[in-house]
């Protein structure tokens, strides 16, 4: 964290580029039925059939698969979940429940990485707990020392506008003026948190649209703080007003009703004392409605809720995965045969490209993982045997 203090304007982490690796597919697998349906399989009918047939085998695999890896999490995580509307067997001390829950969390780490989330480094939570974007009004700060651990996965990262404010009004600039034009900044579709506090429980949610340098936002336990930028508007505005004040207000009282200057003096800076109590307490207040603003309606599940969700997300990427495989394999005429390294790095590159050319965005194919899935529905697809051992 010191390094990022010492920085100017550092605009992403160190080693961003190299430390995630955008893996995430940007299309539902019906749509990536369909086009592949159209552009590959669809010189004749019989091709048609043959691969319809095939994607209802993978629906039908990765069904069974997914649903038995439902119900061992269930299992896992049920004496731990904190809104479990069920008796409660025994009540687990806080050790107990600590070792439970990083039981859970590395139950999930298979999970999120066939869901395609990356796991955020530390340097990234330094990177986010530090600086803060410019158009960022909500800004909060983190006593790191209250946390038993916390974690951040993040998928679907994305360059562009992100209105960040959120409150039921429309947005306006700071002396009423037109709303402000979203900055281009770095955000994620999907962001995923696990986070204990001393002495509490596990937290588990998910988020959508987060900014790089919002992740801090999401913890729970964060205090609410005005930004610099803020806080001198503010100090500014009340020495003005409190200056015109005392010369309209001031002057007249101490000519008057012949009120000594000490005592005046004393009498102004106690009212300009709780003028600006109340200002900068209005101010945090603001400040703490957009912040609940925003993790409501950017809140996609959490919990016990989350849980299900991760596991149709994985579900549908190994299965878009694997459509994928067998289709470039298929166009490749190596799709009854053994997949040496060679294959599998060609493989990779021409599903990069073509996932480029139809989305824009630089993917890492993982066709290791894929050739593999594949190879388990039995399609005649060998995978090499280093990639064995793969998950």
Avoid at 73 to 85: F, G, Q, S, T, V
Avoid at 132 to 144: A, G, I
Avoid at 347 to 371: K, M, P, T
Wanted: charged letters at 20%; a neutral charge; glycine letters at 4%.
């Amino acid at each position: 964290m010191v390094q990022y203090r010492k920085m100017r304007k550092p605009t992403q982490p160190q080693n961003w580029t190299v430390d995630y690796r955008e893996r995430y597919i940007p299309f539902s697998k019906e749509q990536l039925v369909n086009t592949l349906l159209k552009e590959f399989h669809s010189s004749s009918h019989t091709e048609r059939v043959s691969f319809l047939a095939f994607i209802s085998q993978v629906d039908s695999s990765v069904l069974h698969h997914y649903h038995s890896v439902l119900e061992q999490i269930k299992a896992l995580y049920e004496p731990i979940n904190p809104d479990r509307d069920t008796l409660q067997e025994s009540s687990l001390t806080d050790a107990e429940r600590l070792k439970k829950e990083q039981e859970v969390l590395g139950s999930l780490e298979p999970l999120l990485d066939q869901a395609n989330f990356n796991s955020l480094s530390e340097d990234t939570l330094a990177y986010a707990l530090v600086v803060n974007h410019p158009y960022d009004e909500v800004q909060v700060s983190v006593n790191l020392d209250q946390y038993e651990y916390m974690r951040f996965w993040a998928l679907g990262q994305r360059f562009g506008p992100l209105r960040v404010m959120t409150t039921l009004q429309t947005q306006r600039g700071l002396f009423g003026t037109s709303p402000r034009i979203p900055a281009d900044r770095h955000y994620f579709k999907r962001v995923l948190v696990a986070a204990r506090t001393k002495n509490t429980h596990l937290v588990l949610k998910c988020f959508k649209d987060i900014p790089l340098e919002g992740l801090e936002q999401l913890l729970p336990a964060v205090r609410v703080r005005t930004s610099i930028l803020y806080r001198a508007l503010l100090n500014v505005m009340l020495l003005v007003s409190g200056l015109a004040f005392f010369v309209n207000v001031g002057m007249v009282v101490l000519s008057d009703l012949k009120i000594g200057t000490t005592s005046l003096l004393l009498f102004f800076a106690a009212f300009m004392t709780f003028r600006a109590w109340k200002v900068f307490g209005q101010r945090r207040n603001v400040h703490a409605l957009e912040l609940v603003h925003m993790l409501y309606y950017r809140s996609t599940s959490n919990n016990s809720e989350l849980l299900a969700s991760l596991i149709l997300r994985a579900q549908e990427e190994h299965a878009k995965e694997v459509i994928l495989a067998h289709s470039f394999l298929q166009q490749q005429h190596h799709l009854q045969k053994d997949t040496d390294s060679k294959t599998v790095e060609r493989l990779r590159q021409d599903v990069q490209e073509w996932l480029h050319l139809h989305s824009g965005l630089n993917i890492d194919f993982c066709a290791e993982r894929a050739c593999k899935h594949l190879k388990e529905l039995g399609v005649g697809v060998q995978a090499p045997p280093q990639l064995e051992t793969t998950l």
